[in-house]
């Protein structure tokens, strides 16, 4: 991470460097004339060196600025967005070097051209602003940057989940129950569980855990929770524990995200519950079989959900860690949506593409998603059935279909799994894995042209689609009107500009 230490001298370098160009001095004017080399001088500029008070009473006095200005954290105009970065906890809080980013790297980085990365940053800045980005989906978007640059697979966490099981003395595939999870966290690690405290309290009830910290730490559970939440909550504080992480969220829930690391943590955590919740042994021989179907299968997939005992969620999460080291299908997409019961309101909330894939793509985006997506279609279906069977939030579904998108040669075979975002009040979700359709993964999922597995032509977005007379379009395609619109006027200016030649 970037310490404000550094930064502190990084604001100081540049200033420097900004004073001595402005006065068309070369380094070795400043350092003759401040009596200091010409290396500690290009030193400090870089942002490696902070001089003592004398030697910057030095400087101060031949770039003709005073020593309490020099000092301080102000940059002029130019520099300013630099300034609001370095003074922000954005780099403080950002591992850079999980990216294999070195912070002196950054330093020389923005030390050379300081100009330039200022304009680029302010830049940043604006796109963010106009796409209404806070830090904490900033540090989202890092998040799942990270997971898509490892394809989503972590060996140490692999080795640690399969450590642990080697230490209780369980088999590689064993499946642990929800009472084995209790003992283990009861018994290893000293925690209180409490399935009954969260029900008191009204404004907490969207919360499936809060873990009180001591010496003897209280898990405290949401009781509406389903036997399969439970198991997930309980196998992430053990992964807290086992990779004995200490800076950490202590509400299962984002309320507020007070550093990066900590976001990085839970996702640790969290990957260290579904490996350990979902063995990938296990799993790889139950994706084999239900791949080497000829015709889809929904049954094999909700029978997997009652083996491992998991929700459609974790089953999917895990799926995007196994596959593409095991099946070679890296081409891939994660997508989340939530739905409000009884509305036309579908968010996409949660994403993950591998091998670099862009559509479909869009949580920064506020537009309306295809309507012909199987993953609100589903979410649809989900709806009409729980309605005709009094509200029942246990139901759950499974679906299929071969994505083909307008504008695009990219072709998906989607497959899709739906059920109650259970606790929260009159709201579904649904998880939608999605492969690109080459040779590669024809040869692995064989029902990818089964006659089960309806064709449809979709979209990204209503606002960006071309497809005319589409009967589910709920928005106009704005975007596309304005590329044309800027299409025409190009060609009309061609035209001018050939005629008064």
Known sequence: ???????????????????????????????????????????????????????????????????????????????????????????????????????????????????????FISTLIEIARNYDMSVERFYFSVLRSYQEMHENYFEDI???????????????????????????????????????????????????SVTIPGARPKLLINPRLYDNQKAFVLAREIGYQHLEIKDRAYTSSWIRIKSFEQLLNNFYASYFAGAMLIPKTKLVRDMSYFFEQPEWSPRILLTMLNRYQVSPEMLTQRLTNVLPRFFGLSQLFFLRFHHQRGTERF???????????????GTMLHEHSCRKWVSLNILKDLDQQQRHNNKNTDIVLAD???????DSENEFVCISLATSAHPSPDTNTSVTLGFLLNEDMKEKILFWNADSVPIRQVGVACERCTATNCELRVAP???????LKAKKMLKALAELHQKHR
Do not use: C
């Open 1 to 119: 991470m970037v310490t404000k230490e550094e930064n502190i001298r990084l604001i100081f370098g540049l200033k420097i460097r900004q004073l001595r160009q402005e006065k068309q001095l070369s380094l070795q004017d400043v350092a003759q004339q401040a009596g200091i080399s010409v290396s500690y001088l290009n030193e400090i500029e870089k942002g490696k060196k902070y001089p003592k008070a004398n030697k910057i009473a030095a400087l101060a006095q031949v770039l003709e600025v005073s020593y309490d200005w020099l000092v301080s954290l102000q940059l002029n105009q130019k520099l300013m967005p630099i300034a609001e970065l370095l003074q922000s906890d954005l780099l403080t809080s950002l591992p850079l070097e999980i990216f294999g980013i070195e912070p002196s790297d950054l330093i020389d980085i923005i030390s050379n051209t300081p100009t330039k990365i200022s304009a």
């Open 158 to 208: 692999e080795r640690a989940v399969d450590d642990f099981r080697y230490r209780l003395g369980l088999m590689p595939d064993s499946l642990l129950q929800l009472k084995d999870l209790k003992d283990l966290l009861s018994n290893q690690y000293g925690y209180v569980i409490d399935e009954q405290s969260l029900a008191d309290y009204e404004d907490l009830q969207s919360l499936r």
């Open 347 to 361: 968010d996409l909330n949660k994403e993950l593409h591998l091998a670099g894939l862009y559509n479909p793509h």
């Open 400 to 406: 299929v279909q071969r994505s083909q998108y307008f």
């Open 477 to 483: 395609p704005l975007g596309v009107q304005e590329k």
